[in-house]
């Protein structure tokens, strides 16, 4: 059984930092893409930041050069550093894995107050 589980939303003031965790278990950690993604109320869920099992990342475009996406395959775990956070980085935060089937954790909230 695939379980994904997200720690370390919160609230913050804007310029503040953040760092999510997701912890993965069930499957081939190491062999497969993460990513987190987004959705804020009213709003399409987004991907946030992507990296594949070689390291090769993405970004959305207002998130690059604040956001930070990185691996431990020793600890099965992806985590989203998230610096000098916007008002409208307010959106509750998913981990996504792949392996060949789609898995999504439960989500933690992240508010950025001005």
């Known amino acids: 059984q695939v379980q994904l589980v997200e720690s370390g939303g919160g609230a913050v003031q804007a310029g503040g930092s953040l760092r999510l965790s997701c912890a993965a278990s069930?499957?081939?950690?190491?062999?497969?893409?993460m990513a987190w993604y987004r959705q804020a109320p009213g709003k399409q869920r987004e991907e946030v930041a992507f990296?594949?099992?070689?390291?090769?990342?993405r970004y959305l475009d207002s998130v690059k050069g604040r956001f930070t996406i990185s691996r431990d395959n020793a600890k099965n775990t992806v985590y989203l550093q998230m610096n000098r956070l916007k008002p409208e980085d307010t959106a509750v935060y998913y981990c996504?894995?792949?392996?060949?089937?789609?898995?999504w954790g439960q989500g933690t909230q992240v508010t950025v107050s001005s």
């Open positions: 990296i594949t099992n070689d390291i090769k990342t």
């Open positions: 069930g499957f081939t950690f190491r062999v497969n893409a």
């Open positions: 996504w894995g792949s392996s060949g089937l789609n898995y």
